[in-house]
Every structure is written in C-alpha cells, then in structure tokens.
T-cell receptor, first 114, second 117 residues
Framework: GEDVEQSLFLSVREGDSSVINCTYT??????LYWYKQEPGAGLQLLTY?????DMKQDQRLTVLLNKKDKHLSLRIADTQTGDSAIYFC??????????????FGKGTKLSVIP | DSGVTQTPKHLITATGQRVTLRCSPR?????VYWYQQSLDQGLQFLIQ???????AKGNILERFSAQQFPDLHSELNLSSLELGDSALYFC????????????????FGPGTRLTVL
C-alpha cells in the first residue's frame, strides 16, 4: 500500500535553512503536500506541489520533487523560532469510488535553537 | 482558524465505555475525514464521508463507526474502549474530496484528545 517516510527530528539554529525530506511510494500521486502542526493544534496546509512540477517556491518555502526517486523535500529559509513545529509530508492517491485519500508520514519535529 | 470545529476538546473515560466525537466541517465542504493520531502510529486515516455517504475506509476498527448527517456534520462513535484507543482524533473537511482534479486540500479541526483509563 501507500507509504510515506520521513525522519522524525531536525534541529537547526535560528537564521539557518531547514531541509525536511520525505519519500513516498505511489508513483501515480497527483499532488504532494506539506502540512504543519503546532503544539495543541490541528494540521494546517503549508504548501503543495503538483506531480508534473520539479520545484515550487512560496516566500521562505521551497519544495523540490524528484519523481524518479519519489523524493520530496521542504526547505525553509531563514528559519525562525516560530517555525518550531511538526511537519508532515502527505501524498494523495485515488482510492476508488470517486475518492481521493491522503497518506501522511509520521511527521518531522523541527526544533529551532535561538 | 480552519473553520472546522470539533467537540469536545478533551474526553476522559474508562475502558469498556462508549463515546461520541462530533465534527462540523467548513461551510460548503461536502467531504469529512476522520483520523487518529498516536505517538507510535502517527496520523492514521479512519474513514471518509461525502455528502452523507461513506466513501472510503482506512484502518478503522469494527468497534468504531461514523456517520454524516444531512446538515453535513459528522460523528465518530467509539465503543468498548480500550487503553490503546487513547489518542488525538482529528476531523478534516474538503470541498469535494479531491474531485475532479485530484487536488484534495483538507482543513483540520483542533482535535479531540481521548484518554481511556
């Protein structure tokens, strides 16, 4: 079945860049997503990329997609303490009966050191 | 604020009991998803409803059931509760469940934290 893998922890210094990596299994995924979860809150969509794109930039966020290797990354430039959160990678797949599902990785906890 | 509301925020109950979690989707969203988040399993998809009908099932136990009502709010019923059911339960909604393009942005509620003692 579909599976999404990501490392569990990342620690960076304030002002540095953070890179969170993810691998997925479903080559037919049309969209891939990055969600952010702050303590005590639900998940919030950060950004997404369509599968025919290699890169997407959105202010401090850069998403890179290597479809051949099924590898997705999220780069956060000039990381701030407010970026401390858990980041989830998710792939979308068609599960039949007119339904699209998301499979989430276990999340990468980003800690930003002041 | 995502526009998705969930009640209650916290729930503490005993093993063997039954509880109901409630979710109101964003205005206009037809699809509702339920997820369970635990430390060891991560975020697990349980079930999806679209405009009142069940659309997809994930790793949902037989002791769990859900429904979506005509006003589109949804309830997740958990029965014969076990210690291992302690987790955060999230509801998410989306406009069309990913149709027709496959773009399936889901908006998450704040979650219900269930503790089974």
């Amino acid at each position: 079945g579909e599976d999404v893998e990501q490392s569990l922890f990342l620690s960076v210094r304030e002002g540095d860049s953070s890179v969170i990596n993810c691998t997925y299994t479903d080559s037919s995924s049309t969209y891939l997503y990055w969600y952010k979860q702050e303590p005590g809150a639900g998940l919030q969509l950060l950004t997404y990329i369509f599968s025919n794109m290699d890169m997407k930039q959105d202010q401090r966020l850069t998403v890179l997609l290597n479809k051949k290797d099924k590898h997705l990354s999220l780069r956060i430039a000039d990381t701030q303490t407010g970026d401390s959160a858990i980041y989830f990678c998710a792939e979308s797949f068609y599960s039949g009966a007119g339904s699209y599902q998301l499979t989430f990785g276990k999340g990468t906890k980003l800690s930003v050191i002041p | 604020d995502s526009g998705v509301t969930q009640t209650p925020k916290h729930l503490i109950t005993a093993t063997g009991q039954r509880v109901t979690l409630r979710c109101s989707p964003r205005s206009g969203d037809l699809s509702v998803y339920w997820y369970q988040q635990s430390l060891d399993q991560g975020l697990q998809f349980l079930i999806q409803y679209y405009n009142g009908e069940e659309r997809a099932k994930g790793n949902i136990l037989e002791r769990f059931s859900a429904q979506q009502f005509p006003d589109l709010h949804s309830e997740l019923n958990l029965s014969s509760l076990e210690l291992g059911d302690s987790a955060l339960y999230f509801c998410a909604s989306s406009v069309s469940g990913g149709l027709p393009s496959g773009y399936n942005e889901q908006f998450f509620g704040p979650g219900t934290r269930l503790t089974v003692l």
